[in-house]
C-alpha cells in the first residue's frame, strides 16, 4: 500500500508516519491487490484537536474516515478502527456487488471556489449508474448524509439521504 501522509499547519514527523504505516498495515488483510491501493491521510490542527483524516480510494467504492483528538495517536487509532469497522461492515454487501461485474468507481475533484463565490468547497463527480442499495453502502461507506448517483434502472439523477427518523429519502430527478 502507498501511504501518502500530509500534515495542514503542522509538520509531520517520521515517527507519526511510522505510526500511520504500522496502524495501515492492519487493513492490508482486507484489501486484494493492496500494492496498488493508495491511501491519503492529511493532518490537521484546529484549536487544541488534532484531525486525521484518511481516504483509501478502491476500485469500486472509497473508504473514509474522520477523528477529532486532543492526541494525534488517539485520533489515528480510532480513523483507522473506524476503517476497519466500515470494512467488516459491509465485507458481504460489497462481495455481492463485486460479484455483479459493475464498475461504480467515482473520480472526485475538489476545487476551491472564488473569494466572490458564498460556495466554499466544490466537488465533480463521475455518475456511474447504480441500485438503491449500492448507493446507500457507498453513502455509508462515506459516512455521508447524501448521495447522488445515477439510478440504473431509470437512468435518472437521484438522490438518496439520511432522514432525521433514521430511515433514507430518495429525491428523483425527472
Do not use: W
Not at 4 to 10: L, V
Not at 77 to 92: C, G, M, V, Y
Not at 110 to 126: G, P, V
Request: proline share 1%.
Amino acid at each position: 500500500m502507498e501511504i501518502i501522509i500530509r500534515g495542514d499547519k503542522i509538520k509531520v514527523t517520521d515517527s507519526m508516519k511510522k505510526y500511520m504505516e504500522e496502524k495501515l498495515e492492519k487493513l492490508e488483510k482486507y484489501l486484494e491487490n493492496s500494492t496498488d491501493v493508495r491511501a491519503t491521510i492529511v493532518v490537521k490542527v484546529k484549536n487544541h484537536e488534532q484531525i486525521v483524516e484518511v481516504t483509501i480510494p478502491l476500485h469500486s467504492f472509497i473508504l473514509r474516515s474522520e477523528e477529532h483528538q486532543d492526541d494525534f495517536y488517539k485520533a489515528c487509532d480510532k480513523a483507522i478502527d473506524k476503517l476497519e469497522r466500515q470494512i467488516r461492515k459491509n465485507k458481504t454487501k460489497l462481495m455481492k456487488r463485486e460479484q455483479k461485474d459493475h464498475d461504480f468507481s467515482f473520480d472526485l475533484f475538489e476545487a476551491l471556489a472564488s473569494d466572490e463565490d458564498k460556495i466554499e468547497k466544490r466537488k465533480k463527480i463521475n455518475i456511474k449508474p447504480m441500485s438503491e442499495e449500492e448507493a446507500i453502502i457507498q453513502m455509508e461507506l462515506l459516512n455521508h448524509q447524501f448521495f447522488v448517483y445515477k439510478d440504473m434502472y431509470t437512468n435518472n439523477i437521484s438522490v438518496i439521504y439520511k432522514r432525521k427518523d433514521g430511515g433514507y429519502g430518495i429525491i428523483e430527478s425527472e
